[in-house]
């Protein structure tokens, strides 16, 4: 029961901090679908961090991080509150007439998401392989351990003691608040990271182009039904794609939206810095996302605001990444992919060229089969841009996504070029899954430069206005 | 909606749905044949008697069954089982520690593990045995 509780008030504080931080009038407001759908990622994520710097770093007792996290939460809500009674109403997302035969579909397809997700998890509790063998295992360690030197033994090289620690943190968390081991808490933190990963590219398509491109988007990244079976798996990928797309839906917004203020580009850092805390390869997408907003510029003027801009996402990226770099370099091992070779041995995987060509067909036979989706999304969406076409007015903020998502992709691309473990081995046990990271994002992406189809009446938003002036 | 756009939009609600659907079909037909109690929470509770005697932290060596080729998979995973079930205790791939935690398929005797050098402290049925290695005293 207390697990739960405590769930709830993280999902709560989540909803207070990007209140605080990205305010709106107090009643309910047109962005508040948004705020609410990365809520949950946000609480978790901030809660994990709590726990780590409270309970691993500075030793204190379980109760002083839950006095902490109220803390906060009252200080978040009073923050809130008061700058409600300042705060301007959220632009209103674009408003056009959507056949109710989508949304039936859009139902139908959540549902059997849903249930998909609750028979697999029924079936395998404890989830599949590096669920318990590394996640749920290293939680165990943080919930059972009176000292915090044995999780990260070297001892214990094969369960990753550098991997991050934001899902082990919050499941170890709600697991001292229940007084008890439950698997069922890590499933719903699972199924609540997932529901992130689908709901703020949702909410974002559909307050920056519109309900219809957002349900067809919702329903495109559910097609991808590994996403699903490898969240149900508990492995901390989906949760690590869900922070990518809440980066970089956050992003967006706050570029297309400048009246939101610096609120969601914030928020759009912490959350990439939470994807450095979840996975070793949000660290990449924090360079990734810093790159792509700087790359995406469509003029002088445009620089300089991004150059402005790119102040509080870089503050939110370093607020998380204080910590995942004080884990990295006093509590962790060095990784197995940098550890193992000299410089002169990495710099001969890299001239060498078959490495290249195996990567890339590895990565094209991926293309073709990815994420189990009956047509390879590579023609889904060449069938979908030829028949829609692209929009005519497209600023450099809604190329970001898929700009961000190259840079991830050429950067996954490196790493198994130089990776020290044998190359095929590594291709066929990890890139279906690190496809999957950016899968969300890189779904908002095609459907915020698609042409709007449902004849929605735009009401451009201040920045897009600005440049068609 | 012009016919075009129409066709877009229905092409990728059916392969949304159909891929949703082929998913939750085959899951739909899995599910009720699986096991009541899945295998890593069978394996975890196999080891419940033994963590209750452990301290709470510490290194502890790993042994199996000694025909068990290198490499085998299902050996590797019932290894990293049984570091699962007993975390925090280390639980390291090596049977020269002074404690050494026995997971075995074949029966084996008190006395052949004595030839091999370790003394039973305790069975905990399922081939489940904890060990002490006299060379490591």
Same mark, same amino acid.
């Given at each position: 029961m207390g697990a739960w509780l405590l769930l709830i008030l993280l999902i709560v504080l989540g909803f207070a901090c990007v209140r605080a931080v990205w305010p709106a009038p107090? @009643?309910?407001?047109?962005a508040d679908p948004l705020r609410l759908a990365g809520a949950p990622a946000l609480g978790l994520g901030i809660g994990s961090c709590f726990y780590f710097a409270l309970? *691993? *770093?500075?030793?204190?007792?379980?109760a002083i991080v839950f006095v902490a996290l109220a803390l906060l939460l009252g200080a978040a809500g009073g923050i809130a509150w008061v700058r409600s009674s300042s705060a301007a109403p959220d632009a209103p997302g674009p408003r056009g007439a959507v056949p109710l035969w989508l949304w039936a579909v859009l139902g139908i397809s959540v549902l059997m998401a849903l249930l998909t997700s609750l028979m697999l998890s029924g079936a395998?509790?404890? +989830?599949?392989w590096d669920a318990w063998s590394i996640w749920n295992l290293r939680a165990r360690f943080l919930f059972r351990a009176q000292e915090f030197v044995s999780p990260f033994s070297?001892?214990?090289e094969w369960t990753h003691p550098d991997y991050p620690l934001l899902i082990p943190g919050a499941v170890a968390l709600l697991w001292h608040s229940a007084g008890a081991e439950s698997m069922r808490i890590v499933a719903a933190v699972e199924f609540l990271l997932l529901s992130s990963a689908v709901a703020v590219p949702f909410f974002t398509v559909r307050l920056l182009r519109g309900t219809g491109l957002a349900i067809l988007c919702a329903l495109t990244i559910l097609s991808a039904t590994s996403l699903v079976r490898i969240g149900a798996s508990l492995y901390a990928d989906a949760p690590l794609a869900a922070f990518i797309a809440i980066a970089g839906c956050l992003l967006v917004y706050g570029l297309e939206t400048e009246s939101a203020g610096p609120g969601p580009l914030f928020l759009a850092g912490l959350a990439a810095g939470f994807a450095a805390w979840t996975k070793n390869e949000g660290l990449l997408f924090c360079l990734s996302l810093a790159a792509a907003q700087l790359f995406c510029v469509s003029g002088f003027g445009e620089l300089r605001r991004r150059v402005r801009t790119a102040i509080p996402l870089i503050a939110g990226i370093i607020l998380v990444l204080a910590l995942v770099l004080h884990f990295k370099f006093r509590l962790a091992p060095s990784n197995d992919l940098v550890n193992s070779a000299s410089a002169a041995v990495i710099r001969s995987r890299f001239v060498d060229f078959n490495r290249y060509w195996a990567t890339f067909w590895a990565f094209v036979g991926e293309f073709l089969?990815? +994420?189990? @989706?009956? *047509?390879p999304p590579v023609i889904v969406f060449s069938v979908w841009l030829a028949l829609v076409r692209l929009r005519e007015s497209l600023t450099g903020a809604a190329l970001l996504p898929l700009a961000a998502t190259a840079i991830q992709l050429a950067g996954y691309f490196a790493v198994y070029v130089g990776t020290p473990n044998d190359l095929d081995w590594q291709l066929n046990t990890s890139l279906p899954r690190l496809l999957l990271h950016v899968w969300p994002l890189a779904v908002t992406g095609i459907f915020l430069i698609s042409r709007d189809i449902f004849d929605s009446s735009p009401q451009l938003r201040p920045a897009v206005a600005r440049s068609k002036e | 909606m012009t016919p075009r756009n129409l066709g877009a939009t229905a092409c990728l609600a059916a392969v949304s749905l159909l891929s949703t659907g082929r998913l939750f079909i085959q899951v739909s037909d899995f599910y009720p044949k699986?096991?009541?109690?899945d295998g890593v929470t069978e394996f975890d509770g196999r080891f419940a008697a033994l963590r209750s005697l452990l301290p709470p932290k510490g290194i502890i060596g790993y042994m199996t069954d000694a025909e068990t080729p290198a490499g085998d998979v299902n050996a590797q995973a019932e290894y990293h089982l049984t570091q699962y079930a007993l975390a925090p205790v280390l639980v390291v791939n090596s049977a020269h520690h002074r404690f050494v935690v026995g997971n075995f398929h074949r029966t084996v005797t008190a006395g052949s593990l004595r030839d091999r050098g370790y003394k039973l402290v305790q069975s905990f049925g399922n081939g489940i045995v904890l060990l002490e290695n006299e060379k490591a005293q």
């Open positions: 107090r @009643v309910w407001s047109a309970r *691993v *770093v500075l030793h204190q007792p379980p395998a509790p404890h +989830g599949e070297s001892a214990i089969t990815f +994420g189990n @989706v009956l *047509v | 699986a096991p009541a109690v």
